[in-house]
Each structure stands twice: as structure tokens, then as C-alpha cells.
């Protein structure tokens, strides 16, 4: 089964659990709004596929898990949209939740769907279940998950390598790290992957919004310079973030545990890499 | 023990495990301040004393689950008091979030005590935890939780009654069942209990409001009226409401299962509704 129907099947198990019943129709439209159509699903296809070279012995739980990630995902984009963090009126080419539906709406969309990430781990086989949410926990709340990143740019003194693990880092490695958890293998040699490969999406991040218009991405673009934000482009500059990125992607796949699935993995992350060479390609380098 | 200090010891271990490493100070301390000093503890306390009541045979969790509802307890109110909602300038007797520390400050305190409350269900006893993990997550957020319930408030058409039990009485009803499940009981005979008291406490929260002043209660009045909130109030007036909350807290004492702990709960109750009694004692009827 393609990761993709997986992925999109347990997000729509999920919604369709959390409208349920008769809830406020505007907050139930909302949150829908804010997980479909999605993005890439980079962080739940990572989980999957480390569920699946980790043998995905239980794949109801590594769908849970997949799901989970991503819902918690779509809550931080929401809230990151909000007129007093980036004021944006686009995500994914349309509307964001505040401007499509309203503040108060959007508020609640995000906190329902960090509630929602923890349900659907609630559904997991019980021995699996409470680890997982252990780490989606840790990864996601103070004092190192993505509220704590987030909580940085509200500091003066800053250190980019704390801010970006915290801030996008973190939900790539609990990527990793819940996928194997969910096929009942250890997470720590899984630890590495995911931050390697979050780091590379920062930094690729970075480039794009430094790079692109919003017109190729589909979302404002020169943010980080709008609200002085620290980043590796502002830190390194193009060519040396570029030079970055491409290390830290070698450095992704060398870190891949011996396992069965090793080469799809491996392929995974090239993939994942490819997506990120709009601006890898017009590096002078090459 | 005394039910005071095992709720603040078990809010005071979780907010040093979100402090702990070293997480960005001034979100670190924006989450002090939205639990610490706490108000009644109301929904801890009915946590614990129907924990104590089953037997409490296991206070490590039940602490836990206490701590948990509490957390989330403040989350809510940190968000229902950001700008877009209530724009509250005081909260109990001191400024709220947004107004101490920052708007971006108050949405990531709230979003960091929601995961913080999961986080410590996690480390519960792993065969009580994740059904714990699920009922406060089906009390919280949607379809039926206190999520739900400030949604209603988005819509045109709304339920009283429905948007009384989601917005208030879901984290009662989840008080009295996660008590019942910390201490290895079955949750089902608990529900009428919180959800009554639940329901008690929003009709006294209504009178409160119409009733007191700003410097009676440390929190500003008149918010129904002024947002054309629905209200138990505006709905059958001061003394209709009155005899409706006396009607609801004879049926919750009534309501409690026979159980070793029955007579301890049943003052547990009376206490509670001595709480509610500024507007209790002005009664014409008395």
C-alpha cells in the first residue's frame, strides 16, 4: 500500500473522529481547512518508513503515530500564522486558518489538533501507545520541543543550532524516533536520522525564504529578514548554506542503523533531498 | 496528606521537568505564571478525592491525572484570555499572560501546558496511562471538549446546554472518570457526578458574573452581557438560575456511587457549593 493512501487515511480517521457526532460546525470546517489538502506529509512519510524498514509489525500503530505527527504539524503551522507570530495570509496556496475562518477559530483549530495528535495515540496498541506519547510530548513542548523553538524568538540572545533543533528539528526527529517505537524497535538509533534530516530542512528552509517568491511557494517569502529572525542564509550566507545543507544531507543517510529496509530509506531521504533542490541546483558550485 | 499539597507538588514536578535543561526564560516563566499561584484547584481536588475514594491505590498516578487536568485547566484559561477571545486584562487578582509577557508568549504558554499535561500522563503507571491519555482528550478537544465548547461561541445557532457541558462540565466529567481510572475503577458510575458538579459550577459562574464586581472575584464581570454570551442568566434570570444551581448540587450528591469514600465526597461537594454561595446566600427565597 502506498505510504501516501496510509498517510492520508489515518489524518481522515482522525478528522472524521474529531467531527464526529454534532460538534460547532465552523471549528469542525477549520480544522479540516487546516490539514487538507496537505503538504509534502514529509514528517509522517519519514515515521512510516522507518515503521516499515523497522519491519512495521503493527502498521495500525505506525499509521496512529504518522498521523499524530502530522496533526501536530498542521497545529504549529496555525498558530505560527497568527497575526501576532507571522501575520500570514497564505499557507499551501490558500487561505490561512485565521484569515479563511477567524482568530478565535484559529486558536482553537491548533489546540484541538494538538489534542487530537494525543487521541489518535490513545488508539495505539497499549504498549506501544504511552511511549509514543512520551515522545511526541517531548518533542513538541518545553523545554526542547517545538514551543520551546518557538519560544526563543521571543528571547534577545539566541543560539541558532538550540533555536532550529527546537524549532523544526525536533518533529523530525520524533519522526524517527516514533516510527520505530511503533514497530517495536528501540528509538535511540533513529535519534540521529531525524535531526540530520530536520536540519537539513531548516537550512533548506532558510534558503527557500530567502531565495524564492511567494508566488513559486505558494506562502510569503523574506520572513526571516522581515522580522529579524536568525537563519542560516543571515548566518552563513547563500553559497555557505547551501554547502551546509548538502553535508548535512550525507551525513543523514551515513547515520541510517543497519536494518532491512536500509536502501529504502536511504532512497527516502534522497527523495526528501530532491524536493529540497530548487535552490541546491542553482548553487554556483555546480 | 493533604489533598492541597500532593496537587501542588504534582503541578510543581511538571512545570520543573518543562524548566528543566535549559529551555527559553521567558516563555520558562510566562508558564509559572499561568498555573502559579493557582486558584481554587476545584477540578484537582474532585480528581483526587474520587481517587481517594476508590481506594487510591496507586497516588503516583493519581497525583498525575490531577496535575494534568489542572494544566490543561490553564492552558484553556490562558487562551480564553488572549485578545481575539475574552481580552481579559486581570486573572486571578494579577495581569494574564498576553498582558504580563507577550501575545506570542501566551499562545505558546498555552500550547506548551496542553502538551505538558499529556506529558505527564505519560509517566503514569503504563496500564492506566493511555486510557488516562484518552479521556483527556475526549474531555478537551473535539468533538465534545471544552475546545468544542468555545467554538460554539463562533456559531449563530447554539444549545445552551451543549455548549454548557463542552465549555465547562467536560473537564469535570473528566476530573471524576480520571480519578475513577488513576485508582484501577471503572470510570462509568463517576460520570453524572462531574458532570453535575459541572453543571453547578457554570450556573454560579454565570450568577458571578452578572452579580459581583471586578474587585470581588479579581477577574473583570460582566463578560456575557458584554460578548452576548449565552448565559444560565440570561436565560432564566437571577433567581431562576439560583434555584436551578440548588436543584444541581442536591442531584450530584445524590449522584455519588456507594463507595468507601462516600461521605468524604459528599462534603467534598457541600464544600465545593459553599464556594459557590456569594450569590447562594443573597437568595430572596432565604
Do not use: N
Not at 542560516?232 to 548554506?241: C, E, M, R, T, W
Amino acid at each position: 500500500m502506498p505510504l501516501t493512501f496510509r498517510i492520508e487515511s489515518a489524518i481522515d480517521g482522525a478528522l472524521a473522529r474529531a467531527g464526529g457526532g454534532a460538534p460547532p460546525p465552523r471549528l469542525t470546517s477549520a480544522l479540516h481547512h487546516a490539514v487538507k489538502p496537505g503538504g509534502a506529509r514529509i514528517r509522517p512519510t519519514i515515521s512510516l518508513s522507518v515503521a516499515l524498514a523497522c519491519g512495521d509489525d503493527d502498521p495500525g500503530t505506525a499509521d496512529r503515530a504518522a498521523a499524530a505527527i502530522e496533526l501536530i504539524h498542521c497545529a504549529s503551522l496555525v498558530h505560527d500564522d497568527l497575526p501576532c507570530f507571522d501575520d500570514a495570509a497564505i499557507r499551501r496556496g490558500k487561505l490561512t486558518v485565521h484569515r479563511a475562518y477567524s482568530e478565535p477559530l484559529a486558536v482553537l483549530a491548533g489546540d484541538s489538533l494538538i489534542i487530537l495528535a494525543f487521541e489518535e495515540l490513545s488508539r495505539a496498541t497499549p504498549a506501544r501507545g504511552l511511549p509514543l506519547v512520551a515522545e511526541l510530548a517531548r518533542f513538541t513542548g518545553m523545554p526542547h520541543g517545538i514551543c520551546a523553538g518557538q519560544g526563543w524568538e521571543s528571547e534577545d540572545e539566541i543560539d541558532l543550532a538550540t533555536y532550529h533543533r527546537a524549532k523544526t528539528g525536533a518533529l523530525f526527529t520524533a519522526a524517527t524516533r516514533m516510527g520505530a517505537i511503533a514497530a517495536g524497535h528501540d528509538p535511540e538509533p533513529w535519534t540521529e536520522l531525524g535531526a540530520r534530516i530536520g536540519e537539513a530542512f531548516q537550512v533548506a528552509d532558510d534558503l527557500l525564504d530567502a531565495t524564492q517568491t511567494e508566488m513559486q511557494t505558494g506562502k510569503p517569502m523574506g520572513q526571516d529578514a522581515l522580522h529579524d529572525r536568525p537563519s542560516a542564509v543571515g548566518q552563513l550566507g547563500i553559497p555557505g548554506a547551501i554547502r551546509r545543507l548538502e553535508d548535512i544531507l550525507s551525513g543523514a543517510i551515513a547515520s541510517i542503523p543497519a536494518c532491512p529496509g536500509e536502501a529504502m530509506l536511504a532512497a527516502m531521504v534522497r527523495k526528501t533531498a530532491e524536493r529540497l533542490t530548487p535552490v541546491h541546483h542553482r548553487t554556483p558550485a555546480e
